[in-house]
């Protein structure tokens, strides 16, 4: 019996010796919300640290956790990070925030970068992406687009975030077409492969011809090809669900922002900021548009792309009204960002309210 | 708001869709729970259905051999609690609860490969003459053939456990196992046979959903399926036919909120996210206090551990 | 052929054995998993089971947060397994969980910013108040309308989530946060905050009445009238109605008590690990505490064993994600088969295995 006691521990000690002999100048955990598979948000920042591998090679170290609930369990994960030697962790959803801050006041040499938060602190960086600037682009081509004049938005849950893409849209939409509607479903979940197919059938049952998703799984997009309309690639391009039905996609690219942020640490020039980046720095990228698409409306996209990324002109530039017909920006005014971040107004022409 | 807008005929067309996989999914439950057997893995056999559905169908470019290998997928993994609960005699709640834990994490494994790809598309059968019915051509010949599959097998699985031999024999396990045992069936054997033919209904309903409805393979993608399934077959009162009036309430209200929304009804969506879950539990309420003198028409023998006396 | 005896007498030795085996069994199968996944089996299996525990690195803030995850799983585990016992099929503790957090999360942001010491005790009993409401629909449906509450409780488990939702993108908003969705967070209100009881290591009071319920339902459970009722019920409802029990009120209780529990890890819960409430606060503990209350025989001291078991499994398992890059998915299958191992041993601590002849 002694004699197997001893063999587990030699055996534990040799183990334990095994785990500690590589060594890279810089250790990066990556926290995920929902499994790298799910061809949406996490997947698109699993591609970013992909990214951050392929750059750094052997330098950098990089590791995952995935599907961690927000909360408790978050806070164990980043926690447990931190002890096992990771300098650096990205946290990769907005219900992070509180966690984060708690791990980061314990661990105060280990850097956190966290997406779509507003926290921050010495050792805590935000970074977000201004994906209503892409939302603009599509909503151009879908006014563009439709012949019904109807628009189908399916919705995830009613956030600043996810109401200043419908508003960028629609605005963009309306410019293209006058007589353009939006209808918009709320689904109330983020992942619900089922549920968005549903989504999006009732949509096109009620007239709309494009579809635009804020939800994280490609089936709106599956849906479309299968009934013949059109709709959009979100989080990731997409365009194998829809050869047909894809008119473009908005894309969330992390790898340069990854990449940089990792050299900076490597560099030791690393300092909290907080990032909110467009299509300018390609943080907000667009997926390539579908040929259907007449040679004019494409120019007219490219342009408001180039347009926007180059500052010369804004998604939310005035006049624009509140749904309740009250004056929000005037003439040549453009949003601020404290308004964009708390978004939760309609703008004149959007029907319906927003669930509260 | 027009409700004018929403056409009853495409919306009853498309509830039945949309009802197919949890119809699929309680069928086969509904066989498994007859014999007296409380399978709560039906997640976890659906999705593991909607996985090797999947495979089978991308590798062999044919999604009629994916749903076949998804309802043997699904049949496959219900084995595993067929020997739990039935050889070794574990408890079927707890063992339910883990086949759906092992079968989510299964599935996720088995489909890591399998992300981002786009199945061969499963065509829709052409019925002439039926199908130019009005208003019923469209509701109900106008769909792919697991659709037809469902609702036959629905209806055959009344006539099975109404009028074939085999099928009493299943409701007398289920009733009293240990009078069926006496009379000299063999319980394990037939609980296991149920076991396995619950579990490929509920793998072809996963599949339906891999291959079918949102052709995509995605990890998690039943979402909850699985326990609507389970929630039908309690509402029919393991009454095969019923199980048609729970899927199309669940089915239907779910559809017509997201219609009512495209509309632009002024209600709260979260009170309309409901009504699925809350119209089912009405329903049920009204169903159980119609009849008479509480004559619950729970098998007998339901979840409980079968030992041979000795 | 081999035959099932039933033991005439049950050995509390091989009764403690049979879950040690169907552990060694798990690790056999789980490291022939993990050898097939590309992974090192002897490591993988001592990062979940050992270094939790003993790992220099780790065992310090692991040790506690491995109670920490358990608390609510054995708080409503140990609920559940009373109703388990009568056959009251509760399955949807989860939404209970939710509602306890709501009501009690609800009832402190209405006094944020006052401090009181009165309030947590106060939002405590509305933990508990929330989760019985939400187990009383049940209750009252089965009671007076025979309605079935396995599909009632689960079907509240969806509309709970619901109106979870509709609390942190709506009433319960913080309306500090931005427009964010997502309550104020709680564990940062000095009154309302569910404080660590040792500092520095995550230990709350839930943890600390999650020990206390063990020892209070175990009495409760076998040396209390209640208790033997519950039993006889499960046992015989003939019997029980022969002796006195009313079997309405039974049910009533037996879904109040495990609502109520429910309830009541939800509030530590929020108050507590996870501060705020939000759309996805709830994490599955109201699922996972039925397995918990299986494993442990619904006994309270074998659901506090099978309750640490379960969070020493999850600590473990994160920790061979970001080690190992081992996904989280394989750890699901890990679990899957130690669940299975641990129920279907169970068969040998009630029967012997005979080889009959022929």
Sequence with gaps: MKKIINFFLTLSGILLLGSGVFAADLKVGFVYVGPPGDFGWTYQHDQGRKAVEKAFGDRVETTFAENVP???????????????????????????????????????????????????????????????????????????????????????????????????AYLAAKAANPNVKFKIVWVFTWFDPAKEADAANALIDQGADVLMAHTDSPSPLTVAEERGVFAFGQASDMLQFGPNARLGSIIDDWDPYYIARVQAALDGTWESTDTWDGLAPGMAALGGFHEKIPMDVRAEAMNLAVAIAGGRTHSFTGPINRQDGSAWLAEGETADDGTLLGMNFYVEGIEGDIPQ | MDFSSIDPVILIASLIVASTPILLAATGELIVEKSGVLNLGVEGMMIIGAISGFIVCVELNSPLLGLIGAALGGGFLSIVFGIVTQVLRANQVASGLALTMFGLGLASLLGHSYTGIKPPYLSTPDIPFFSEIPILGKILFQHDFVVYFSIISVCLVWYFFRATRFGLIIKAIGENQDSAHALGYNVIKTRILTIFIGGCFAGLAGGYLSLVRVPQWTEGMTAGAGWIALALVVFSSWKPLRLFVGAYIFGGFTILQLNLQAIGIELSVALLSMTPYIVTIIALVIISSSKKQGGSSTPGSLGKVFMEAQ | MIKLVPRTKKSPIISAIIPILAVGLTMIFGGILFWILGKDPFETIRMIFWDPLMNETFADYARPQILVKAAPLILIAIGLSFGFRANIWNIGAEGQFIMGAIFSGALGLAFYPQESVLLFPLMIFFGVIGGVFWASIPALLRTYFNTNEILVSLMLVYVAEQVLAAASIGFLRNPEGAGFPGSRNLSQYPSAANLEIISGSGIHWGVATAFVSVIFFYILLYKHKFGFQVSLSGMSPKAARLSGVNPRLLVILCLALSGGLAGLAGMFELTGPAGQITIDFNVGYGFTAIIVAFLGRLNPIGILFSGMLMALTYVGGELTQFMLNLPAAAIQVFQGMLLFFLLSMDLLVNYKIKLARF
């Design chain 1, 70 to 168: 927000e909360g408790a369990d978050a806070e164990r994960v980043m926690t447990q990070m931190a002890l096992s030697g990771h300098d650096m962790i990205f946290a990769t959803s907005f219900g992070y925030m509180d966690p984060v801050m708690n791990v980061a006041a314990k661990f105060p040499n280990v850097k956190f970068e966290h997406a779509t938060g507003y926290k921050r602190a010495d050792n805590v960086s935000t970074y977000s992406a201004r994906f209503y600037e892409g939302r603009s682009v599509i909503g151009h081509i879908a006014g563009k687009m439709t012949k019904s004049n109807v628009v189908g938005y399916i919705a995830s849950f009613p956030i600043p975030e996810v109401v200043r893409g419908i508003n960028a």
